[in-house]
């Protein structure tokens, strides 16, 4: 027992790397937000949908996704998305580094580390219905983080793909795509941009 207690405390303290990394949104008061900081409200997101979700899911699972889907990155750090998806190769790679980072975070915990990779891989591979709806708000989390952020963060990029990239995030939810479309509207607002033109 005592060993599983070192393991989980060895565990913890490499997983608080993620409250110290950056990643490339800004909160509302003017400084970059921690990949913890976006997991935490991605589970929040997950809780306050659940009820409205089209068919029914295992929340505890969702909530296990959210909260792992960015384990990787404590070894890793956090990569800007246009820059981890650049070409074919940068993003084979960085699955590769992010996939080996999960099983060497995994191996710390023994045979329980088994269940954590399982469940970061369906959120990888976007398996199980919780993972969908988990990897879709994972994307719609960051959408409002720009939204609350002063228009002056956005890079020069998001601001001209902004419209492709509400465009191209969907799935078969009524609810889910209708919270989309209402962060769409108020973002092109905040921005100044035609929803009609985009």
Known sequence: ??????????????????????????????????????????????????????????LLKALQLAILHDIGEAKIGDMHYFDATSTDYVKKERKKAESAAVRDLS??????????????????????????????????????????ADSSTWTARELSTIGDHFEELTINDKFLMSLKETIKLKTFKKLNLNTKTI
């Open 107 to 148: 191996s710390i915990l023994g045979d329980d580390g088994n269940h954590l990779y399982s469940l970061w891989k369906d959120f990888e591979d976007k398996s199980s219905p919780e993972a969908q709806i988990v990897y879709f708000l994972d994307k719609l989390e960051a959408c409002v983080q720009h939204l609350e």
């Open 1 to 58: 027992m005592q060993n599983r207690t070192h393991e989980i405390l060895e565990f913890l303290h490499v997983a608080e790397t993620l409250k110290n990394e950056l990643r490339h949104s800004w909160t509302s008061r003017g400084r970059q937000e921690s990949v913890a900081e976006h997991s935490w409200r991605l589970s929040l997101m997950i809780i306050l949908c659940a009820p409205h979700f089209d068919q029914k899911i295992d």
